[in-house]
């Protein structure tokens, strides 16, 4: 069982509400979004509304990468229903083995913000708007920040894990979105919530089956699932055994992972492709 961050011989099975630290009965103050340390207590609690999300604040993180997705959608001048145009922006910004292997490491990024269609991007805008304006109010800006590039870098491992042609390019927000869902997962099973209970399950459920269509990359998906996942873990284990900015650094290893891991599968590719 855990002990009180403050009191490492009392064991407790509550931990607060705001930092998830665990605290015994002397450190708890109760209040009206429950259970708090002393620290967190003497913190004005936060109201949260559809249009005040994060104490009267906006969900900004949430709403910039919005913005550079669609601004980006717009650059690209594909007004399709689905399928890139083969525009500058998406040469040079789609994720695909050979361009890894050839050191355009930009593109586990890039590709995370271009989209093939208005289709996909209107569902994945849609789902990002939802998921990440409940999550950015709970973590702050700059963690959910921190959090989504987990997440995006995951579904780009994924991607290219899943990717045997060196040259198939993968878009899309797709696996960072399922990296959030992975991350709420997580949260709702620690505070010993069923998630198939509720919408955000059956919402996973169906875009799991949707992802093993012909050409929608599976691997992105659960790949930012599993690494949003990871990411919800070690930033709770972080603030609940060791000091605030040991979450985001143990976030910060799995981006490392998941770049290092894209270089190592990109190089294992059976053709070498070499374009200029």
Known sequence: MATCYRHPARETGVSCSNCDR??????????????????CAKQRTKVHTISSVGGGHLPRVTQAIIGICIVAFLAGGNFGL????????????????????QHDYWRLVTSGFLHAGLI???FNMLLLWFLGSE????LGGPRFALLYLVALLGGSLGAMIQTTNPLQGTVGASGAVFGLAG??????????ENPFQSQLGFLLL?????????????GGHLGGLVFGALA???????????????????CGGLCVVAVIGSIVVAGSSEQTVRFG
């Open 206 to 218: 169906i875009n799991l089956v949707l992802s093993f269509r012909p050409g929608v990359s599976w």
């Open 82 to 101: 689905e399928g890139t145009n083969g525009s500058w922006i998406d040469r040079n910004g789609v994720l695909f083995r050979a361009g890894i292997e």
């Open 183 to 192: 991350y709420l997962l997580v949260e709702m099973r620690r505070r010993g």
């Open 120 to 122: 996909h991007i209107a």
């Open 22 to 39: 665990p605290i015994c009965p002397d450190c708890m103050t109760s209040t009206p979004v429950g259970m708090r340390c002393p620290e």
């Open 232 to 250: 919800a873990f070690v930033l709770y284990e972080g603030s609940r055994r060791g000091p605030r900015w040991l979450g985001p650094a143990l």
């Open 135 to 138: 999550i950015e109010g709970k």
